[in-house]
């Protein structure tokens, strides 16, 4: 089945640029969204964007300024580059699939699944 | 975007017990609602989606109900692997939102 792994480093000085990558196996990165997910320590999941693998992206309003996501097929990875970081951006960092099922009249059922381990970044100096 | 909250926000309950957690979004999502669960340490597990479909490999015992801005999720027979945090999420409009989670925790 398919598994993601995300890699990276773990510690990410203020003001500077985050940057994950995700790696797909077990199965094709083409035809589906791939998901970048954040999750504070002790609290609850943001979704910070997603791209196909054609290229196109969509990201969360509220972090758009400083994201960019982008994908490499033939290395089966896609990326995060978050900029600008602060202590607000230390986070559990998870990549994703966006799943569908369930279509009618165009319009389909969508969710995460599944998800890479995580990896926890630490913004500090 | 749509906000999404979730009751209780923790909750104490022992082996065997039916167990019910709350959904609710700001607006209308039809059936655009999905459950996960999370273990500590873990990444979240997809466990239910369109509000009531469970994904291929839940138990039984998990089951989702509603439409519109209310929804819930249902634990039958509360089992040991079962304690853990759960999470609503919106997939109706983009950015997809999640609810602030409920700890199912042992009594």
């Known amino acids: 089945q398919v598994q993601l792994q995300e890699s990276g480093p773990g510690l990410v000085k203020p003001s500077e640029t985050l940057s994950l990558t995700c790696t797909v196996s077990?199965?094709?990165?083409?035809?589906?969204?791939w998901s970048w997910i954040r999750q504070p320590p002790g609290k609850g999941l943001e979704w910070i964007g997603h791209?196909?693998?054609?290229?196109?992206?969509n990201y969360n309003p509220s972090l758009k300024s400083r994201v960019i996501i982008s994908v490499d097929t033939s290395k089966q990875q896609f990326s995060l580059k978050l900029g600008s970081v602060t202590a607000a951006d230390t986070a559990v960092y998870y990549c994703?699939?966006?799943?569908?099922?369930?279509?009618?009249?165009?319009?389909?059922?969508?969710?995460?699944?599944?998800w890479g381990q995580g990896t926890l970044v630490t913004v500090s100096s | 975007d749509i906000q999404m909250t979730q009751s209780p926000s923790s909750l104490s309950a022992s082996v065997g017990d039916r167990v019910t957690i709350t959904c609710r979004a700001s607006?209308?999502?039809?059936?655009?609602l999905n459950w996960y669960q999370q273990k500590p340490g873990k990444a979240p597990k997809f466990l239910i989606y369109?509000?009531?479909s469970l994904q291929s490999g839940v138990p039984s015992r998990f089951s989702g109900s509603g439409s519109g801005t209310d929804f819930t999720l249902t634990i039958s027979r509360l089992q040991p692997e079962d304690f853990a945090t759960y999470y609503c999420?919106?997939?109706?409009?983009?950015?997809?939102?999640f609810g602030p989670g409920t700890k199912v925790d042992i009594k």
């Open positions: 369109a509000a009531s």
């Open positions: 994703a699939r966006r799943d569908w099922g369930n279509c009618s009249d165009g319009s389909c059922y969508t969710w995460f699944d599944p």
């Open positions: 999420q919106q997939s109706y409009s983009t950015p997809p939102t």
């Open positions: 791209i196909f693998y054609t290229g196109n992206t």
């Open positions: 607006q209308s999502i039809y059936s655009y």
């Open positions: 077990g199965g094709s990165i083409s035809n589906y969204y």
